[in-house]
């Protein structure tokens, strides 16, 4: 699986059955408010709970027939941990809405386009099918990660066609 590491985001998996790297997830929780977002059912409340015991969070059990959750979580709260950290446990969602992003834009979201842009021909390149693109390049070359590629491309479909109307 493709690391987000790669990208520029630091990441690590955890398992609230598998006591896995909670305790690397709580240093992350400190001293900054921490939205908790994902589809429902992956576990985003269960987690919380597994960290901080005592906000003791309802959590739910997942479909047996869509494998998928039940939107346990109903609305977003925020948790006070201490002075400095606080704790966002948000309902699942099904897409993000993008607000306010050009089309152009959609690049300097994805710290390993930003970091290559400067290398493309054009400066306004959108990286789709621009000569000289620098992001193509490495693509084509297997440098670059096809399945954020295809991220990028939902984004840019998606905000682009949201402008249509
Ligand atoms: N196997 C496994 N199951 C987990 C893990 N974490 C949570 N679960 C289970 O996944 C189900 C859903 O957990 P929740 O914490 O309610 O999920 P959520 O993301 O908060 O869901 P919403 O509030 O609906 O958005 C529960 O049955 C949990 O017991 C985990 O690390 N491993
Ligand atoms: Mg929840
Ligand atoms: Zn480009």
């Excluded at 993000?96 to 959609?106: A, H, M, R």
């Excluded at 390149?125 to 440098?143: D, P, S």
Aim: aromatic residues 12%; contains cysteine.
């Amino acid at each position: 699986m493709y690391s987000y590491n790669e990208a520029g985001y630091e990441s690590f998996s955890t398992s609230v059955l598998n006591k896995e790297n909670l305790e690397q997830l709580h240093q992350v929780f400190e001293n900054k408010t921490s939205l908790i977002i994902g589809l429902s059912g992956v576990g985003k409340s269960s987690l919380v709970n597994s960290i901080f015991p005592h906000l003791n969070l309802k959590t739910g059990a997942i479909s047996a027939y869509t494998e998928k959750g039940l939107h346990t979580t109903t609305f977003a709260h925020m948790y006070r941990i201490n002075e400095h950290s606080f704790i966002i446990d948000t309902p699942g969602i099904k897409e993000f809405g993008l607000v306010d992003i050009d089309e152009y834009e959609v690049g300097h979201y994805f710290p390993e386009i930003r970091k290559e842009m400067n290398n493309c021909k054009f400066n306004n390149c959108l990286h789709i099918n621009e000569t000289g693109c620098a992001v193509k390049q490495l693509l084509e070359e297997g440098k670059f990660s096809p399945s954020r590629y295809t991220s990028y491309l939902t984004f840019y479909e998606e905000i682009k066609g949201a402008k249509k109307w």
